[in-house]
């Protein structure tokens, strides 16, 4: 059986920290699908279409990663597509605590689908998200925190 991990998130951008959780796993799995949610309540910076553009873009190497969006709970989006394991990466104590708690209902709603976490490379733990979004908002320089080749301010 071909052993499928989808690897969640808004990736809005997409930063070095999910770059490096991605590349590691791919040997780990024979698929990785970067799965971009679609959360209607959550207001992103980037568009779908332009962040989904950039994951192709750093991944556009291998063929053993796949970038895919969806809608509603990730476990129903695992099960759709036959994976077998959910894919998350930690940054500190706080991301291990909430991933925790997630990885504990997701067993409760589906306990075929199996969290496996990551830990995030020392050097790039404190890169988040939410950090480089602020950062863009004040024109600030950003490249240093994203894959090579992703230009927010295009």
Same mark, same amino acid.
């Given at each position: 059986?071909?052993?499928?991990?989808?690897?969640?998130?808004?990736?809005?951008?997409? =930063? &070095?920290?999910?770059?490096?959780? @991605?590349?590691?796993?791919?040997?780990?799995?024979?698929?990785? @699908?970067?799965? @971009? %949610?679609?959360?209607?309540?959550? &207001?992103?910076?980037?568009?779908?279409?332009?962040? =989904?553009?950039?994951?192709?873009?750093?991944?556009?190497?291998?063929?053993?990663?796949? @970038? &895919?969006?969806?809608? %509603?709970?990730?476990?129903?989006?695992?099960?759709?597509?036959?994976?077998?394991?959910?894919?998350?990466?930690?940054?500190?104590?706080?991301?291990?605590?909430?991933?925790?708690?997630?990885?504990?209902?997701?067993?409760?709603?589906?306990?075929?689908?199996?969290?496996?976490?990551?830990? =995030?490379?020392?050097?790039?733990?404190?890169?988040?998200?939410?950090?480089?979004?602020?950062?863009? &908002?004040?024109?600030?320089?950003?490249?240093?925190?994203?894959?090579?080749?992703?230009?927010?301010?295009?």
């Amino acid at each position: 059986m071909k052993r499928i991990a989808v690897f969640p998130g808004s990736f809005d951008p997409i =930063t &070095k920290g999910h770059e490096d959780i @991605v590349l590691r796993a791919k040997d780990l799995f024979d698929e990785v @699908v970067v799965a @971009v %949610g679609q959360n209607s309540s959550k &207001k992103s910076m980037f568009s779908l279409e332009k962040r =989904t553009q950039w994951i192709e873009h750093t991944f556009r190497n291998h063929n053993s990663i796949k @970038v &895919k969006t969806y809608e %509603g709970l990730t476990i129903d989006y695992c099960k759709e597509i036959g994976a077998q394991y959910l894919l998350r990466g930690i940054r500190n104590t706080n991301d291990f605590e909430y991933e925790r708690s997630i990885a504990q209902m997701n067993h409760d709603l589906n306990s075929e689908i199996e969290t496996v976490l990551l830990f =995030t490379a020392p050097e790039l733990s404190a890169i988040n998200s939410t950090i480089v979004r602020d950062i863009v &908002k004040n024109n600030g320089a950003v490249a240093q925190f994203l894959p090579d080749g992703i230009n927010v301010y295009e």
